[in-house]
C-alpha cells in the first residue's frame, strides 16, 4: 500500500512540476488505487450488461410496433435507448480498457475511442432533450401538437441532433487538441481542455432547458387543475383531493427525473469545467472517474424512467411477449391467424398525447 501511494504521488509529482504533455507512457492519467479499479470495475460489469439489454428491450418493442414507429415520441424515446445502448458498449470497454489494463493507444486511435464514448452520452442527453421538448408541446400546444411535430419532422430533428453529435464528438480526433504550446486536458490526454469545458458547457445549457421543460409541465399541470376545480364548484372536496392526488404524482414523477438528471451529470461536468481553470488535484482526477460512471447508471435509469413507464410501450411490450410465448408453445403456424390484430397490442386507439409517466395520462389537458 505505501509502495502504491508512493508510485502515485511520483505520478502526480510528475503532473505538477512537468506538465500533462510531459507526462511519459500516459502513467500520470492512472491515478485509481487496486481498490478503486475494483469498485469501477464492478459497476461497469454490472451496468454496462444492463444497460444494454434494458435498452435493446426498448427498441425491439418499438421497432415490432407499427403505431409506436409513427408517433413522433417514441421515436424520441428510440434515440435514446440508441445513445445508451452505445453508452454501454463504448464507456466500459473504453474505461477498462485504459484504466484497469493499462492499454496504451496512440493519439488517432484514443480520441477516436473518445469520440465514441462523448459521441453516446451526448446523443443521450440530446435525445432527453427532445424528448423534454415533445412533452412540453405536447402540454402547451395540445390543440396544434400534431401539425407542430410530425413524423416527418421528429425524424428531421433526430437526423440533425446525431449529425450535430458525430460532429462535435470527433472535433479533437479532426484536429482541436493540446498542441505543442497548449497544455493538455489534466482527465484526458491529447485532449485540449478548452475543448471538454465548452462540451461541459453545452452539456450543463442542455440540462437547465430540460430543467425548465419539466418545471413548466408541473406547472402547467397544477394550474389546469386548479382552473376545472373553478369551473366544476360541485366537485369541489372530490376534485381537490384528486387534484392533490395527481399534483402529487407527477411532482415525484418530475422530481426523480430531474434528480437523477442533476446527480448523474452535473458533478463530472462541474470538473470539466474547473479542469480549464486550474490543475486539478489528485483527489479531483480519482473523483472524475467515479462520476463518469454515473453517466453510465443515468443510461441505465433513462429505460425505466422514460419509456417502461408509458402505459402504451408496456402494452406493446406484453403483447409482444405473448406473440413469443405463443410461437414457442404452438409453432408459427397455428399463431399466424392472431397476425391479423393490431400490431401494437390490440388496443383502443388512444388520443394522440403520448405520456410523460401515468400521471400525465391523467391531467386530459385542453
Known sequence: MATEQNEMTTDHG?????????????????????????IITWICCFTGPATFLENILVLVVIGASARLRKRPSYLFIGSLAVADVLASTFFPIFFLEFH??????????????????TMAFTGSVGSLFLTSMDRY?????????????SRRRALFGILALWTVTIVISFL????????????????????????????AGLMLVVLVLILVAYVLILWKAHHHEAVMEARTPGRSTMGQRDRM??????????????????????PSLAILVVDVSRELTLKEQRAFAFCGTLC???????PLLYALRCRELRRALFYLLRRVRRVCTKGTGVCASGQKKDNDAGQT?????????????????D
Not at 395527481?246 to 437523477?260: E, M, N, P, S, W
Request: with cysteine; net charge positive.
Open 296 to 302: 453510465l447508471v443515468n443510461s441505465a435509469v433513462n
Open 14 to 38: 510528475a503532473l505538477t512540476t512537468t506538465g500533462v504533455k510531459s507526462c511519459e507512457n500516459l502513467s500520470c492519467y492512472l491515478v485509481l488505487s487496486n481498490t478503486e479499479k475494483s
Open 245 to 266: 392526488r395527481v399534483d402529487i404524482r407527477l411532482a415525484r414523477t418530475l422530481g426523480l427525473i430531474l434528480l437523477i438528471l442533476v446527480l448523474c451529470w452535473v
Open 137 to 149: 408541446l405536447c402540454i402547451y400546444k395540445a390543440p396544434r401538437y400534431k401539425l407542430l411535430l
Open 100 to 117: 484497469l489494463l493499462g492499454h496504451r493507444d496512440n493519439s488517432d486511435i484514443y480520441l477516436f475511442k473518445l469520440g465514441g464514448v
Open 172 to 199: 479533437p480526433l479532426i484536429g482541436w487538441r493540446c498542441r505543442n504550446k497548449t497544455p493538455c486536458s489534466r482527465l484526458f490526454p491529447y485532449v485540449d481542455p478548452y475543448y471538454m469545458s465548452c462540451w
Open 349 to 365: 386507439e388512444n388520443k394522440d398525447k403520448d405520456t410523460l409517466s401515468e400521471s400525465l395520462d391523467r391531467l386530459h389537458l
